[in-house]
């Protein structure tokens, strides 16, 4: 394939993926989860008040577990009906007369929808800095023995939120993913369960070492341990990517392991991504 | 695939809603390859990720390092899997994987629950969950130091378990082991309970290695603290642990000094904690009639005084007046009192006594008289039956005496930095309280008796007696009745 027809191809892709982001950045429910988000994300001074001098360590929960639940939910309540939506209104013909393949069309929406995703919390993310920054410099906590108190702001901080990025990134291809084959309601089921089925893949490795070795006196079950096995393999571990928990205590994650994660994350959301292509092109339209 | 299949897929497809088609060779084949990025990728990620992150798989499934301190993980399990509370892994769910934000959701329930518990009217049932709260708080977050000590801290001293405070610091150690403060936390705990003394000194030992090892600050001189500790008990409202620590040091004759000052300090817990107990016993005698008792003697007889009794031959006894007074009675009831107990040295020893029961029996017979002869300083208990009040005489000289001496201090104090006396006792403890309230340096044993700038409270005042005030001089005199010495006297000499 010469450098043109890549060019030609990712022309496509671009079209698609800006009238995605401009359709997506119309939409109010994006507005209502932002603002949802901020106030939750400010809340966390409140909640801070009863909290025995733990106020800068609840702000940093709080505010980290907001940016990574409402991108999910941006890529949820917007990423869900993107497909159906164009399908419904019959303007899928339209954009699929102009040479646009199908897969061209899915990665389009794709980029779009994490475009949109990727602003809200980037801004949400900023929002959460600033404020995080303004509090522990009006009320930087204390220790018990009046040892500095971990820093604030800081590089796993900064990590944590990239890693909520290429979390967001894997949920929204899952929603394409789900969007492309789905209705927009049952989409928004699957995509929602995976996020949460994705969160305690850990668990599910535990569950797997269970059934295998036996708990408690009881024989194991080899083939259970297996098939727990290969579905702690095969589901989106997003357990991976959060890494809030460390963040909170300014425990910085190793390069390497930033860096296998991101390319799981990367390998993964294109994994989904083939296959929502694939699954859209052999799609009957109405 | 055959036609069947085909329509078997399609129709379970259907029945979720989706709608299927065979991908194309070269599609299925970069999925096989993204596929097999991503599993093999998750290898070393999670791998990686196992080390950074202490998310136990099972709960308190984090290795220990110590075989003790693992057995002391194990015990604690007990709180776990009681209550209606849920765990670990149930929080875990309700959070969609943030454990740290549960965490904090948990800490805060623990914080409601010690105020709430702090009102509430269930005698000897209060703080039953705490260490259920703080140990589910650590398993979601094991790193959090902070809430760690701090909930050690309540769990010892409001709590009053000292075994949960020691387990919960245990947990925080696994988790950072790069902390010095959590083993030296633990050995200031251990160090306040009885008989874990080897322990103590186990966890600051581990204390001085990881502070070494960080090469920061080093704990402060453990020396120092063990010297303190009875004090910082009693200060805590632990006069049993405060008494104990006391109690072994007045008995080394190795100080002299360190050994007189330990009684003098021991007298004065032990008058307190029977005076609570006898104050206890008014107020359950109140309960049940309705009224005060006329005497102390009416508690006896009503069979109230038991717990009193119980601490009285425990504790009193250590007391060279105690002890003088029981040989006077033995002479007094002769052999029919039985060979006063004595230890392997030949000295009616506390422990020889508490345990042989003699002074309990002298107590059950009549023939040593408390409450009224029984304080540790060889001195009576008054009581006010109007208002019900209970105080140990000797206490109360004592106390009188040093608040007496204070307020001199502070009476000059205040003529030199007004050149004028105070009018009266409220107006010298308003200005010391707006001093203390600025945050003025002042002597540290004035704050107890001006904080919140009102006048200190005679420990007679039911009884009509007050501190005298001259404005015109700015003396606060000691009645004649106060000018007594009450230290201790020669252990020989009582031996006699």
């Given amino acids: ?42 809340s966390g001074k409140v909640i801070g008040w009863v909290s025995v001098n733990q106020d800068v360590k609840i702000i940093r929960d709080i505010g980290l577990a907001s940016v990574s639940f409402f991108g999910a939910m941006i890529a949820l309540f917007v990423g869900t009906g993107l497909i159906q939506r164009e399908m419904g209104g019959r303007t899928i013909y339209t954009i699929l007369a102009r040479p646009v393949a199908r897969w061209q069309f899915v990665v389009g929406k794709y980029a779009g929808l994490f475009g949109t995703v990727l602003a809200a919390t980037a801004g949400m993310s900023l929002v959460f800095l600033v404020y995080l920054a303004i509090m522990t410099h009006l009320a930087p906590g204390e220790t018990l023995d009046g040892a500095a108190p971990p820093a604030a702001l800081g590089w796993p901080i900064v990590q944590a ?32 369960f995976t996020y949460v089925a994705g969160q305690f893949a850990s668990d599910v490795a ?11 006196g009881e024989p194991g079950s080899p083939f259970w341990g297996a098939v727990l096995g290969a579905v702690y393999r095969l589901m989106p571990n997003l357990d991976l990517l959060n890494v809030r928990g460390t963040a909170v205590h300014a425990i910085a994650v190793p390069a390497g392991q930033m860096a296998w994660t991101i390319v799981y994350a990367i390998a993964y959301s294109a994994l989904v991504l083939v296959i929502a292509c694939a699954l859209f092109e052999r799609r009957d339209l109405p | 695939m055959t036609n069947g299949k085909k329509g078997l897929a399609h129709r379970a497809a259907g029945l979720l809603g989706v709608t299927t088609g065979a991908p194309g060779a070269r599609q299925a084949l970069a999925a096989a390859a993204l596929l097999a990025v991503a599993v093999l990728t998750q290898y070393p990620a999670s791998a990686l990720y196992a080390k950074t992150t202490v998310r136990a798989t099972t709960d308190g499934s984090v290795s220990f390092r110590e075989p003790e301190d693992e057995a002391r993980w194990v015990a ?18 309700a959070s969609l994987g943030n454990d740290s934000l549960a965490a904090d959701a ?29 140990a589910v708080t650590m398993d979601l977050d094991p790193r959090w130091e902070q809430a760690c000590r701090l909930g050690a801290m309540i769990l010892a001293t409001v709590g009053e378990e000292t075994g949960g405070s020691v387990d919960l610091l245990v947990r925080g150690m696994s988790a950072s082991p790069d902390s010095w403060r959590l083993p030296y936390e633990a050995g200031v705990t251990c160090l306040m309970w009885p008989g874990h003394g080897d322990d103590a ?34 200060e805590a409202g632990r006069l049993d642990v405060a008494i104990a620590h006391a109690r072994a040091r007045a008995l080394d004759r190795s100080v002299p000094a360190v050994q007189a000052a330990s009684r003098r300090q021991l007298r004065e817990w032990v008058s307190q904690q029977l005076e609570d ?42 007391f060279e007046d105690s002890l003088a007074r029981l040989v006077e009675i033995r002479r007094e009831v002769g052999p029919e009192a039985g060979r006063l107990p004595v230890g392997s040295d030949g000295d009616a020893t506390p422990e020889a006594l508490a345990a042989s029961g003699f002074m309990h029996r002298m107590i059950l017979e009549g023939r040593y008289a408390p409450p009224e002869a029984a304080d540790a300083y060889g001195r009576p208990f008054l009581y006010h039956p109007r208002t019900g009040t209970v105080r140990s005489e000797g206490l109360a000289i004592v106390r009188v005496q040093r608040t007496t001496a204070i307020l001199r201090l502070a009476s000059g104090f205040f003529h030199r930095r007004n050149r004028r006396f105070a009018d009266s006792l409220g107006e010298l403890a308003e200005w010391i309280g707006r001093r203390i309230a600025e945050g003025k340096q002042l002597q540290l044993d004035w704050v107890p008796v001006f904080e919140g700038g009102r006048p200190p409270v005679h420990p007679l005042a039911a009884w009509g007696e007050g501190y005298p005030y001259d404005p015109a001089t700015g003396r606060i005199a000691l009645p004649e009745k106060y000018e007594v010495d009450l230290d201790v006297a020669a252990r020989g000499d009582l031996q006699k």
């Fill in chain 1, 206 to 216: 535990w569950l797997a070492e269970m059934a295998a070795r036996g708990a408690e």
């Fill in chain 2, 277 to 318: 107990a006898l104050e206890d016993a008014v107020g359950a005698f109140m309960e049940r009639a309705g009224r005060n008792p006329e005497s102390l003697w009416e508690l006896r007889r009503a069979g109230m005084l038991a717990a009193f009794d119980r601490r009285f031959a425990q504790a009193v006894v250590v």
């Fill in chain 1, 161 to 192: 939120l990239v890693l909520t990025g290429f979390e967001l990134m894997l949920v929204t291809s899952l929603a394409v993913l789900f969007s492309s084959v789905s209705t927009p309601i049952l989409s928004a089921v699957f995509t929602f």
């Fill in chain 2, 76 to 93: 604690i399990q007990r709180w776990r899997y009681v209550t209606y509370m849920p765990g670990r892994r149930w929080l875990r769910f």
């Fill in chain 2, 201 to 234: 000194e186990r966890y600051f030992k581990l204390a001085v290695a990881r502070a070494r090892a960080a090469g920061g600050k080093s704990p402060p001189q453990i020396g120092v603290i063990k010297q303190i500790l009875p004090n910082l008990a009693a």
């Fill in chain 2, 106 to 134: 948990v800490w805060i329930k623990s914080a409601g629950y010690v105020s709430s518990e702090f009102q509430s009217s269930q005698k000897g049932k209060r703080f039953e969950w705490l260490g259920k709260l703080y």
């Fill in chain 1, 1 to 42: 394939m010469t450098f043109a027809g890549i060019g030609a191809r990712l022309a496509g892709v671009r079209a698609v993926a800006g009238n995605t982001f401009r359709e997506a950045a119309r939409d109010r429910v994006l507005y209502l989860v932002v603002a949802f988000g901020l106030l939750v994300l400010v």
